[in-house]
């Protein structure tokens, strides 16, 4: 994951080095940011204003961890906050790491994994406060979380979710490849309500059936600088309904890198609730597969089969469903990552 760390303060500073060192032991990439005033003596990134800053990185990192108090990130995070599906964790914890609290998306496993792995390393206490996660209970919402699901039921994934804390029986159907115990709480028979993954929407295998839908489905997406979002956004909705796909499928827009602010991008990125992300020419060389052609609009940055490059780098080299397809500046693909659901 992109993690940031803020820090306001001299003890703050210090504790961010230790978390840095934690962070980027697991693999993490960390930029670590401090007051002004401390940021040249702490060697880190300046905070000049605190809301201008956040307002840059929310979008672009995956947690963002306030080392200070709570009441400074909520009041500075509240402007930002949009959807489970694209805001990142945040996580506190006070100056002297005694504490550490996942304060937004708190019943996703993210922002609380992230928060028992630091007090873990750091012998603090971790503040779980969402019922779900008390007790080792199965929680709808981290497991869509986890295993990039879509909960196409909203109300009714409340409505199972208080079953499951409560100890009623619930059942649990898969289309997909499982790894890791199914939960005790999760039956597969008899019963009135349930879980079901898949992508086939008018099957229902409970009376009640909650649906996951997977967001393994990727877009590689190139265009002209300077085209427009209304654009780009049509024919997204355009090439996936030729094709068959649903929006709720798509995980993630992947695009190369001289396209990282592409205005058109982001803003559609952002209207839809999809994470996007963009990789360097080095990366997207090392792709390889039997293309389709050249790609005009990546040949202007000298970026050969841009969009299904994007596709496939994205999907972790699943398969294309949508091969390269252009209109008027912009070149688009679509592939499929492989599913395993993981418990």
Request: aromatic share 8%.
């Amino acid at each position: 994951m992109n993690i940031s760390l803020l820090a306001f303060s001299i003890k703050g500073c210090i504790l961010s080095d230790k978390i840095e060192v934690c962070l980027e032991e697991e693999g993490h990439t960390v930029y670590s940011y401090a007051s002004e005033k401390f940021a040249v003596m702490a060697g880190k990134l300046p905070i000049q204003k605190l809301e201008s800053t956040v307002a840059r990185i929310f979008y672009e990192t995956d947690a963002i961890i306030f080392i200070g108090s709570c009441e400074t990130a909520i009041r500075t995070i509240t402007p930002f906050i949009r959807s489970k599906a694209v805001d990142p964790a945040v996580v506190v914890l006070d100056e002297i790491g005694k504490n550490v609290i996942p304060l937004l998306s708190g019943q996703m496993v993210t922002a609380n994994e992230l928060a028992y792995s630091l007090a873990d390393q750091l012998n603090a206490n971790p503040v779980i406060t969402n019922g779900n996660h008390l007790g080792g209970v199965f929680s709808i919402e981290a497991f869509a979380k986890k295993n990039h699901l879509n909960i196409v039921e909203s109300v009714l994934a409340k409505e199972i979710s208080n079953e499951i804390l409560y100890g009623k029986p619930v059942g649990f159907e898969c289309d997909y490849f499982i790894e890791g115990k199914v939960p005790e709480s999760l039956g597969s028979e008899g019963k009135d309500a349930g879980v079901f993954v898949s992508t086939d929407l008018l099957s229902h295998p409970f009376a009640k059936t909650l649906h996951l839908v997977p967001k393994n489905i990727i877009i590689g997406l190139v265009c002209s600088p300077g085209t427009k979002a209304s654009d780009i956004e049509q024919f997204i909705y355009a090439t996936l309904q030729k094709y068959q796909v649903p929006l709720t499928r798509i995980g993630r827009i992947c695009s190369i890198y001289p396209l990282d602010e592409e205005p058109g991008i982001v803003e559609v990125a952002r209207a839809l609730n999809i994470k996007y992300q963009t990789y360097s020419d080095e990366t997207l060389q090392e792709i390889t597969g039997n293309f389709t052609g050249c790609d005009s609009v990546g040949d202007i940055f000298n970026i050969d089969n841009a969009s299904e490059r994007c596709a496939l780098r994205g999907s972790h080299n699943g398969k294309l469903v949508i091969k390269k397809q252009e209109q008027d500046g912009i070149t688009m693909a679509a592939a499929v990552k492989k599913l395993t659901i993981r418990f």
